[in-house]
């Protein structure tokens, strides 16, 4: 009897994919529970708890369904470490003579399934996976002989092709954007909803990681694991950020404070990027959330939503197809130093990113502001170097695979791309971080301060940064301005600006 083997992998956990709509016994589904997948960077605990526990479940559900699944556990005597070598051992060994996967994410674990389909002996083909509205390829295609490679045409090209809050061709209230609407900062009487979480016991999960020694960093709570496990808890997530947190959501967007570690964000990009859910049922939800009751959820917030989703997740995908693999190692300004050390333990006395790294050891989770303006603004700042800041985001966030972690790191946040996907590099100095959050407040470093003692460091890196790199950067339009300022300054000013930041940076461990 012909039978075929299909991969199913960590990150493919949908159970709508047509594969699963026959049940054949000529059809064989193998997960597996790699040493290639927990190593090839330091991963948070939660996170390799939170696929593996997501995996064995899908498996089961699977099973129960009628579907023939081999399971190679993480401890598994048979277990031969990483996904090739045991797809290899099984297609030697079992009666198959056909091997299928689905599409790949990462350019990575892309390039292992092609050298194996190259060495066995089965025919192999390739299917997608069903989850992006895009293409890989689609990008390439769409800025092809363009200068310009922004965000907004694309997500405005996606709206009127999937007809996203649109009304014919135009949008469906006139505006496009509601970006300028979703930058306020939290009042101080606002209630917080509690943030939704899950209780599972990935106990046993976390004995096989530390009798096998696979490294980790973060804290867990292993009988008490908050993240989606499948598709019906991401799904009880979707429905309590719908009715609790979206019509808030755009306001308190970029908002940051010391009361709360996920305000009115969805934390749905773990189940998103595990495709337990799909980005379109998502913003099908959402829109019809808007349009069923839009004084519950006004159109800023909406579509500050699905700017997120159609517009940005999906764009970072496309850059991640078009220029890898050459982007991985972009570089524009150069930037060698170490991440200082805090970045792994949160000992730091700048309350700002004291807050944003403990939570995310503690639920290897930060939102997007934290990430952009707070630990991807110093690093930034400080001139790290991008394989560095690369590993600690791919590491460290529940939801980081390469496709979405490189582009919104080396891209978005460290500009290492020179301008592709951002048109200037996010860095701000404290009087941003004091605008959009409460961290000042009580920190040992003043705000207000630009040099001199507990001046607070992202006041003279700012101007270190601007200063080192000028020659890349006084041409940039947006930034002109800065120049401006910085030229306007005494020599004297200036200098005692680059001494104070150089002094910090000599002493960045200890900041
Ligand atoms: P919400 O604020 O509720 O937003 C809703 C959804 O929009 C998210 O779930 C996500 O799927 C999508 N989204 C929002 N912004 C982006 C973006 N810039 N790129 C892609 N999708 C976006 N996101 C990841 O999924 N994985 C990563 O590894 C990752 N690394 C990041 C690294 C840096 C330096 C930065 C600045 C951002 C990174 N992001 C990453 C994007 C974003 O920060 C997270 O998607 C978001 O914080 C996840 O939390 P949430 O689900 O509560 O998002």
Redesign the pocket.
Known sequence: MSKTLRLILGDQLNPQHPWFNEISDKVEYVMIEARSETDYVVHHVQKILGIFAAMRRFSDQLRVQGHRVSYIRLGDKSNRGSIKDNLLAMLEEGAYDRFEYQLLDEWRVDEMLQSLCAEIRQESSAYDTEHFYTERSFLAGFFSGKKQTLMESFYRALRKAEGVLMDGESPVTGQWNYDASNRKKLPKEISIPRPFVFHHDVSDILQELESSGVKSIGKVKAKEFIWPLDRKDALALLDH?VNELLPL?GDY?DAMTDRDW?LF??????A??LKMLS?REIVDRVEEAWRSDPDRVHISQAEG?IR??LG??EY?RGIYWWKMPEYAKLNYFDHQRELPRWYWTGETKMSCLRTAINQSLEHA????IQ??ML??NFALLAGCDPDEVDHW??GI?I???DW??I???RG??QFADGGIVGTKPYVSSASYIHKMSDHCTGCHYDHKKKTGENACPFNPLYWHFHHRHREKLESNPRIGMIYRTWDKMSPDTKNVYLEQAEKYLSEIDYL
Do not use: C, K
């Open positions: 950020f959501f967007q996920s964000h969805s934390r749905l990009s773990f998103l990027n980005p939503f997120q989703i940005w997740r970072m989770y930060a939102h997007h990430r952009l630990t991807g985001y791919l966030y939801d980081a695979f979405v972690e582009t919104n790191t978005m946040s």
